[in-house]
């Protein structure tokens, strides 16, 4: 549905920290679902941990919220410019359910909760195959700076 090339022009993230590399599916107004392979190559595998790497939770929440993010610009019908940020607002009831190891396809699907006065509400869910990796409610913002 969103490849590389697409997701580059929505997203201000590079890498090492743009944790999304494909939109499988999406919902205008409801829901996503996008997919992030995860590499032995990752610089953070170096230190976390050399000697069995486990992805990050914070990164698994970080990629559900960047999943959130396009989510949000599609539902808006907007492409986010130089002067807009997309922020984490809170982050609530976040479980992490099982370890995430180089070679798993991390797939997140996130539905829109509600937008209100600015604010995004999004349920995510993170799995690798059928098994949920990790869970939370995000609320994000869009904010224009000078």
Do not use: W
């Amino acid at each position: 549905m969103m490849d590389i090339h697409q997701i580059l022009k929505q997203l201000p993230h590079r890498y090492p920290i743009l944790l999304v590399d494909r939109v499988l599916d999406i919902d205008k107004g409801k829901s996503i679902r996008a997919l992030k392979n995860v590499t032995i190559n990752e610089p953070i595998f170096n230190g976390h941990f050399p000697h069995r790497p486990v992805f990050p939770g914070v990164y698994m929440l970080e990629a559900m919220a960047q999943t959130a993010a396009l989510l949000a610009f599609d539902t808006l019908g907007t492409t986010p410019d130089d002067k807009t940020v997309y922020y984490f607002a809170g982050i609530d009831g976040a479980r992490f359910k099982r370890p995430v190891e180089p070679g798993d396809q991390l797939v997140m699907d996130v539905t829109l909760d509600r937008m209100k006065a600015g604010i995004f509400k999004f349920k995510g869910v993170a799995r690798v195959g059928d098994e949920i990796a990790c869970e939370a409610e995000l609320m994000c913002t869009m904010r224009t700076v000078a």
